[in-house]
């Protein structure tokens, strides 16, 4: 079975000081892993994804996620975070099988930023 | 404007009153599904469609059913809500299950 974990429900950063949401996974075979964005009373918004290659991946609104296989982690960082990235992120994963494999969500880590 | 709609985008009803939420993409996507986000619980999958015809269940789907008649429509249907099933209810859809995922604009239901 696949499982995600966000093990911090909120994450507190200064405007300004660098910022990690962590996440770690857990799949059967090769992971496809996305980050996601949900702004209050908004759905969610793609940030971005990891399918192959490059295990920095670079995403929009200037986040990035690194991609570590041995640690089965993919942490969503930002060199210098805004206020405006106050918001609710959510990492998620399915495995690279075919057919049916459902995006299993975590359960979201509340980010806010401090002017 | 490429978007996935959702309605209607509150609901309040009854315990037992069959009820219906709509779900439409114009982006000709292949892949759907439904979410329900609780606190504490983030999104579980409650159904899920590769294709028209091609239906699944996700993590939830007790109490729930879908149908994908046609390739832009992913209804939810709810034959008789209780109130555990009060929520939120997204839709999404992507061109194939391993793209990223367009999420509709989310539907408040209450079940009283």
């Known amino acids: 079975a696949q499982s995600v974990a966000q093990p911090e429900d909120q994450v507190n950063v200064a405007e300004g000081n660098p910022l990690t949401v962590k996440c770690t996974y857990s799949?059967?075979?090769?992971?496809?892993l996305f980050w996601y964005v949900q702004y209050p009373n908004r759905g969610l918004q793609f940030l971005l994804k990891?399918?192959?290659?490059?295990?920095l991946v670079k995403g929009s609104y200037g986040f990035e996620a690194e991609f570590n296989k041995s640690q089965t982690s993919f942490h969503l960082k930002k060199p210098s975070a805004l206020v405006s990235d106050s918001a609710l992120y959510f990492c998620?994963?399915?495995?690279?099988?075919?057919?049916?494999?459902?995006?299993?969500f975590g359960k979201g880590t509340r980010l806010s930023v401090i002017a | 404007e490429a978007q996935v709609t959702q309605n209607p985008r509150y609901l309040i009803t009854v315990t037992g009153k069959k009820l219906t939420v709509t779900c439409s993409q114009n982006?000709?996507?292949?892949?759907m599904s439904w979410y329900r986000q609780d606190p504490g619980l983030g999104l579980r999958q409650i159904y899920y469609?590769?294709?028209?015809?091609?239906?699944d269940k996700g993590d939830v789907p007790e109490g729930y059913k879908v149908s994908r008649k046609e390739k832009r429509n992913f209804p939810l249907i709810l034959e008789s809500p209780s109130p555990n099933q009060t929520s939120l209810y997204f839709c999404?859809?992507?061109?194939?299950?391993?793209?990223?995922?367009?999420f509709g604009p989310g539907t408040r239901l209450t079940v009283l």
């Open positions: 998620a994963v399915r495995w690279d099988g075919a057919g049916n494999t459902p995006l299993v």
């Open positions: 799949v059967s075979g090769n992971p496809y």
């Open positions: 990891y399918i192959t290659g490059d295990n």
């Open positions: 982006m000709n996507h292949e892949y």
């Open positions: 469609s590769m294709n028209v015809e091609v239906t």
């Open positions: 999404a859809s992507a061109s194939e299950p391993y793209n990223e995922q367009f």
